[in-house]
């Protein structure tokens, strides 16, 4: 089985977090966090900020390494390392994605998410929003 490897930034603001629907694919429709694959030669906190730059004309900030999540979709299976970040200003495109919403806790199962993406919501809740 062939193996994908991405990049997912997990964007804060405040008590929300930053979920894109894609609007192509396989998974069109569905909601994930924005980020994309790694090419050849780049370490993954380059990948993610040339990835958000890509899809959503933005700055972030790559704060720190929050897990990698390993997942097999039906076709590949998916190497996801993810960061907790933020966005150096308020501005951003959706160049590729469908719809975009800051979730709240209470929020974030109310989307449709990727599979692989499903797995981070409880590491989310526990560390964002444990006060």
Known sequence: MKTIEVVAAIICKGDKIFATQRGYGDFKDWWEFPGGKIENGEEPEE???REIKE???????VDRFMTTIEWDYPKFHLTMHCY?????????HLNEHEAARWLSASELSSVNWLPADLQL?????SVTFSS
């Open 47 to 49: 990948a993610l900020i």
């Open 55 to 61: 899809e959503l004309s933005a700055d972030i900030k």
């Open 84 to 92: 907790w970040c933020s966005l150096t200003d308020e501005d951003f």
């Open 121 to 125: 919501l409880d590491i989310i809740k």
